[in-house]
């Protein structure tokens, strides 16, 4: 099985350290091994939508170096691997010296459901999580502009005692945008008040959200508005049906 290397992604290691553990946990779980390349740093995606992208293209060289060598890079951030896959191309498009590694790297990064779904043709239907849990799911945007749109409520569905309830307004962004958040605090939170209603009107327990920063912005507005559904990335979920240890590592 062809070795994977996870790209951990900034917000996911500051904020979510169980979702690195526990995509790694389920990729060994499903045979790839997996390896952490420590001197890893940012995609630079901050840099580059603020229009640093002198800066951008010098993060954009790190993961080169970083990466280049392995068989798969996948990441358990939409955002992040739509910076990898959208932008880093014309970050260092026309350089000798780079352009052959950053097409590498980009033709062998992959989210992490996409990677399940794409690479491994994973089935998830031996999978019964320990109680019954009702589900919605947040189709964030950056996944959907790298080409992924269902394959993360498909892969929900597969596993038993999940609920699967629909989502209104699927695909309406929650408002977090990067920097936008910053810039336009008000549209922001216009936008993911907007996106916490719909969460409340489904009445699910567990709302999926494969994004750390969009993460960080619905789950802020459910505590404000007190809304009792828990924001979890897809592998959370998975890692409890195939009954792994995600707190210790």
């Not at 950056?142 to 629909?166: A, M, S, T, Y």
């Not at 209104?168 to 962004?173: A, S």
Request: glycine letters at 8%; proline letters at 5%; charged letters at 20%.
């Amino acid at each position: 099985m062809p070795t994977v290397a996870l790209f951990v992604t900034c917000l996911t290691d500051q904020f979510y350290p169980r979702v690195g553990v526990a995509v790694t946990k389920i990729l060994e779980r499903l045979g790839c091994p997996v390896v952490f390349p420590s001197q890893q740093t940012c995609c630079g995606q901050p840099f580059f939508n603020n229009g640093y992208h002198a800066q951008a293209r010098e993060l954009a060289k790190k993961m080169v170096t970083v990466f280049e060598p392995f068989d798969y890079i996948v990441t358990p951030s939409g955002s992040c691997c739509a910076m990898v896959r959208e932008h880093m191309p014309h970050l260092l498009h026309g350089d000798p010296a780079w352009e052959p590694g950053m097409q590498r790297v980009v033709s062998h990064t992959y989210e992490f459901v996409e990677f399940l779904d794409k690479v491994l043709k994973a089935d998830l239907s031996n999978l019964t999580l320990p109680t019954q849990r009702s589900v919605t799911y947040h189709y964030t945007c950056h996944l959907r502009g790298i080409g992924v749109k269902d394959e993360g409520v498909r892969l929900l569905r597969q596993i038993k005692n999940v609920e699967f309830r629909p989502l209104e307004k699927t695909d309406q962004c929650c408002g977090f945008g990067g920097t936008f958040a910053v810039k336009y605090p008000a549209i922001s939170g216009a936008i993911v008040e907007d996106k916490v209603d719909c969460i409340t009107k489904t009445g699910a327990g567990t709302t999926i959200c494969n994004d750390a920063g969009c993460t960080m912005n619905i789950s802020g507005m459910c505590h404000r508005h007190n809304v009792k559904s828990e924001v979890k990335h897809i592998a959370e979920l998975m890692a409890e049906a195939m009954g792994l240890d995600i707190d210790s590592w």
